[in-house]
């Protein structure tokens, strides 16, 4: 349920250094993404945005993949608590296991994912050196809404980047994280807007198919 201020209420899951965490911290805090970030979980006790959240004063939780017996259970145990806090939104922010079909159908349209690669090129891993490898002249990153294939939901926004000559996985990874930090709190912020439609698994913002480049965030 949106919270009574009329903020989104959100949950980001993460594995990692939070980067995209702290991006939408920031733009929540700065008033341009209209959205509360009521709890930050992690599937890894030692997750830096765990530390993040912890010093933006959210709630976190560790839900440690080790403990459960399989991949529903731990599922079934995550979606209690996003239920129970009543989570409108679960933002995938670099969290790094692949969700059950029950959970994804649990919240149908209402998980996000920010994959670095202009999908549906390069899904899963290693995307920045599969592009180099490749030979492609530009990489990106996308927004999703996610579905049961992994990385092949509806796309919400993407942007692009050249790969540069002498561009490395790491050099490359740098430019695209930084694109990233646009693109996620963006698609949130259209979703706390009620912008967004998926229609024949495609997005619409404002009921229209849009350039694939979205608006900045205003
Ligand atoms: C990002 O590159 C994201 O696209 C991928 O995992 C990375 C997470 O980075 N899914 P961070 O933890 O947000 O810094």
Same mark, same amino acid.
């Given at each position: 349920?949106?919270?009574?201020?009329?903020?989104?209420?959100?949950?980001?899951?993460?594995?990692?250094?939070?980067?995209?965490?702290?991006?939408?911290?920031?733009?929540?805090? $700065? +008033?341009?993404?209209?959205?509360?970030?009521?709890?930050?979980?992690?599937?890894?006790?030692?997750? @830096?945005?765990? %530390?993040?959240?912890?010093?933006?004063?959210?709630?976190?939780?560790?839900?440690?993949?080790? *403990?459960? !017996?399989?991949?529903?259970?731990?599922?079934?145990?995550?979606?209690?608590?996003? !239920? %129970?806090?009543?989570? !409108?939104?679960?933002?995938?922010? =670099? @969290?790094?296991?692949?969700?059950?079909?029950? @959970?994804?159908?649990?919240?149908?349209?209402?998980?996000?994912?920010?994959?670095?690669?202009?999908?549906?090129?390069?899904? +899963?891993?290693?995307?920045?050196?599969?592009?180099?490898?490749? +030979?492609?002249?530009?990489?990106?990153?996308?927004?999703? @809404?996610?579905?049961? $294939?992994?990385?092949?939901?509806?796309?919400?926004?993407?942007?692009?980047?050249?790969?540069? #000559? =002498?561009?490395? #996985?790491?050099?490359?990874?740098?430019?695209?994280?930084?694109?990233?930090?646009?693109?996620? #709190? *963006?698609?949130? *912020?259209?979703?706390? !807007?009620?912008?967004?439609?998926?229609?024949?698994?495609?997005?619409?913002?404002? +009921?229209? *198919?849009? #350039?694939?480049?979205?608006?900045?965030?205003?």
């Amino acid at each position: 349920m949106t919270e009574p201020d009329g903020k989104l209420a959100v949950a980001v899951l993460i594995s990692g250094n939070g980067s995209n965490l702290q991006a939408i911290i920031d733009r929540v805090a $700065e +008033g341009k993404v209209n959205a509360r970030i009521k709890i930050v979980i992690s599937n890894e006790s030692g997750a @830096f945005g765990l %530390e993040r959240a912890r010093r933006a004063g959210i709630p976190t939780k560790v839900f440690d993949h080790r *403990q459960y !017996e399989d991949r529903g259970n731990y599922d079934n145990a995550l979606a209690a608590v996003l !239920e %129970e806090m009543s989570i !409108e939104l679960v933002v995938l922010a =670099g @969290f790094m296991r692949i969700l059950t079909p029950g @959970f994804v159908a649990r919240f149908a349209g209402r998980i996000i994912n920010i994959h670095p690669s202009l999908l549906p090129k390069y899904t +899963g891993l290693n995307t920045h050196q599969r592009a180099i490898s490749a +030979g492609d002249q530009e990489h990106g990153a996308s927004v999703h @809404f996610v579905s049961d $294939e992994l990385d092949a939901g509806p796309i919400i926004i993407q942007r692009r980047i050249p790969i540069e #000559p =002498g561009d490395t #996985p790491e050099s490359l990874q740098q430019r695209v994280h930084a694109i990233e930090h646009e693109i996620l #709190p *963006q698609a949130i *912020q259209w979703i706390a !807007e009620k912008r967004l439609r998926i229609n024949g698994g495609r997005v619409l913002l404002d +009921g229209a *198919q849009r #350039p694939e480049q979205g608006l900045p965030v205003t």
